[in-house]
C-alpha cells in the first residue's frame, strides 16, 4: 500500500492488552457494535445501487433511452461492481474498515449526486460504472470485520444474520426511489439516498472499529479457544499476507473457490434478473404500476430475511455444508419461474407471491457462497475470496443486464413485449439448472477450519 494511502487507510495498530474484566465487559459489547454498525452501513449502501432499476423505465421515457440503453447502464455498474469487489477486496484485508467503508458511502453519495443531476447517456453510463466500482467497498471491510470479531464455529449463524442488510437495504432501496420519484420525480431517486448515505458515512466513522486487537483485546480465536487446525500456534494467523500469499496460494490455486465462482455466476443471473428487471417486466407485460415494482423489489428482499436465518443457522448444523443448502434451494426457484412464465395478465398477486417464493429461496444460496468463500481460506484473506466469488456473480449479473436488454429490445421489435420476455424468462430458468448442476459437486465441501 502506497505511504499517502496507509497513512490514510492503514490497519489500526495494536494497542496493549487490557485486563481479563475489561476484556469480559468489552467484547461482547464490541462484538455487538462491529455487527450493527456493518449490518446499517451495508444495508445503506443498497440505497445508492439499487434504486436505478426501479425508476428505469421513468427516466428512459424522460431521456429518450430505451431497454437496451437501460440495461447497457445496468451492465457497466454490474461489471464494475465485480471488479472494484474483488481490487478492494484485495486492498481492504489490509486497510482499517473504519474508514475504508465511510469513504466508500461517501464516494457513492456524490455519485448518485451526480448521476441526478445530469441528462447525458455517456455521462450517465460512466457514471453508474464509476458507482459499481466504488460500492466494491462495501462488503470486503464487513467481511474483513466480522471475520475477526466472530469465530469459524459461529460464522454462519451471523453471516445469516448479517446477510439480512442486503434484503434491508435491498427492500428500502425499492421503496425508496419510488416514493422519492413519485413525489418529485425520477432525479430524486438518486438524491434522497444520497443524503442517506452521506449520514452513513458520518455514523460508520464513528461507530465501526478494526481488529480485537486495535481495541486491546485478544483476537477472536484466543477468546473463544477456537483455533484453526493447521494454525494451532494461536498467533501466527494474525500476520498480514503478502499480495502474492492472497492471490495465489489463498485464491488462484483453491480450486474449490473456483467451483463455487463459478456457481456464484449462476446465481446471480437469478437474483438479479427480476431485480433489474422485474418493475418492468411487469409494467409492460403483466400491468403493473411504478409502485408496484417498487413493491415488487420489496417482496423479493424482504422474503429472504427468514430464509437467510433458517438456511444459515442450518449449516452451521450441518457441519458447514454451505454447498448442500444452496443446493436444495435452488430447487423451488426453478418451479417459481416457470409459474411467472405461465402466470397470465391480470393476476399480479400471484406474480408477487412467486417472486416472494423466488426470494425466499434465492437468498441463502447468496449468503452462503460468500461464506463458503471464508471458510475455504484464511481470515486475513476474507476480502479477496470474497471478492473473487464476487466477481464471478457480478459477471453474472453483467450477462443478465446486457443479455436480457438486448433480448427486450430485438424481440420485442420482431415478435412483441410477450415474447421478447418469455424468451427472458426461459433464460433465467437454464441458468437456474445450471447452477443446481454445479452446486451438486460442492454438497460434501465442509469448511477448512
Not at 445496468?74 to 481490487?87: H, N, W
Not at 428487471?277 to 430475511?305: D, H, N, Q, S
Not at 464476487?390 to 412483441?416: D, N, V
Request: with cysteine; proline share 5%.
Amino acid at each position: 500500500m502506497p505511504g499517502l494511502l496507509r497513512r490514510i487507510f492503514g490497519p489500526a495498530p495494536h494497542r496493549p492488552p487490557l485486563p481479563e474484566a475489561e476484556v469480559r465487559r468489552r467484547y461482547p459489547w464490541l462484538r455487538w457494535a462491529m455487527l450493527e454498525s456493518t449490518f446499517l452501513g451495508y444495508a445503506v449502501f443498497y440505497l445508492v445501487r439499487n434504486n436505478l432499476a426501479v425508476v428505469s423505465k421513468d427516466m428512459g421515457a424522460a431521456l429518450q433511452y430505451d431497454n437496451n440503453d437501460i440495461g447497457n447502464i445496468l451492465a457497466a455498474t454490474a461489471i464494475t461492481y465485480g471488479l472494484g469487489k474483488f481490487v478492494m477486496g484485495a486492498f481492504s484485508d489490509r486497510a482499517n474498515p473504519r474508514v475504508f467503508m465511510a469513504t466508500g458511502l461517501l464516494l457513492t453519495a456524490l455519485c448518485n449526486l451526480a448521476f441526478g443531476a445530469v441528462d447525458n447517456y455517456w455521462v450517465h453510463l460512466g457514471l453508474w460504472a464509476l458507482n459499481g466500482f466504488i460500492q466494491g467497498m462495501g462488503w470486503p471491510p464487513c467481511g474483513r470485520t466480522l471475520g475477526h470479531w466472530f469465530s469459524v464455529r459461529e460464522r454462519g449463524t451471523v453471516f445469516a444474520f448479517w446477510n439480512i442488510a442486503h434484503n434491508v437495504g435491498g427492500g428500502a432501496a425499492g421503496m425508496v426511489a419510488a416514493w422519492s420519484a413519485g413525489s418529485w420525480g425520477w432525479r430524486y431517486a438518486f438524491i434522497v439516498p444520497a443524503a442517506i448515505a452521506i449520514a452513513g458515512a458520518v455514523y460508520v466513522l464513528l461507530r465501526l472499529r478494526d481488529t480485537p486487537q486495535s481495541e486491546g483485546l485478544p483476537s477472536i480465536e484466543a477468546h473463544r479457544h477456537d483455533y484453526p487446525p493447521d494454525q494451532t500456534a494461536g498467533h501466527t494467523h494474525e500476520r498480514e499476507l503478502t499480495t502474492r500469499e492472497l492471490l495465489v496460494v489463498h485464491i488462484l490455486r483453491n480450486r474449490a473457490l473456483w467451483l463455487f465462482a463459478a456457481a456464484n455466476f449462476f446465481v446471480y443471473i437469478v437474483r438479479y434478473s427480476m431485480l433489474d428487471w422485474g418493475p418492468t417486466y411487469l409494467r409492460e407485460v403483466k400491468g403493473g404500476t411504478l409502485e408496484g415494482g417498487g413493491l415488487a423489489v420489496m417482496v423479493i428482499e424482504f422474503a429472504g430475511i427468514p430464509s437467510t436465518l433458517l438456511m444459515g443457522w442450518l449449516s452451521d448444523r450441518w457441519g458447514g455444508r454451505r454447498g448442500l443448502v444452496s443446493f436444495l434451494c435452488m430447487l423451488p426457484i426453478v418451479l417459481a419461474f416457470g409459474g411467472i412464465l405461465w402466470n397470465p395478465a391480470g393476476r399480479l398477486w400471484l406474480d408477487y407471491a412467486l417472486l416472494g417464493v423466488v426470494g425466499f429461496f434465492i437468498y441463502p444460496p447468496v449468503m452462503l457462497l460468500g461464506v463458503s468463500a471464508l471458510d475455504l481460506t484464511s481470515k486475513k484473506a476474507v476480502g479477496t475470496a470474497a471478492g473473487f466469488v464476487g466477481l464471478f456473480g457480478y459477471l453474472g449479473r453483467t450477462a443478465q443486464a446486457k443479455g436480457f436488454g438486448f433480448m427486450s429490445k430485438e424481440i420485442t421489435a420482431t415478435a412483441g413485449a410477450d415474447a421478447a420476455w418469455d424468451a427472458v424468462l426461459w433464460s433465467i430458468l437454464g441458468c437456474a439448472l445450471i447452477s443446481i448442476v454445479l452446486l451438486a459437486f460442492t454438497c460434501k465441501m465442509r469448511p477448512r477450519a
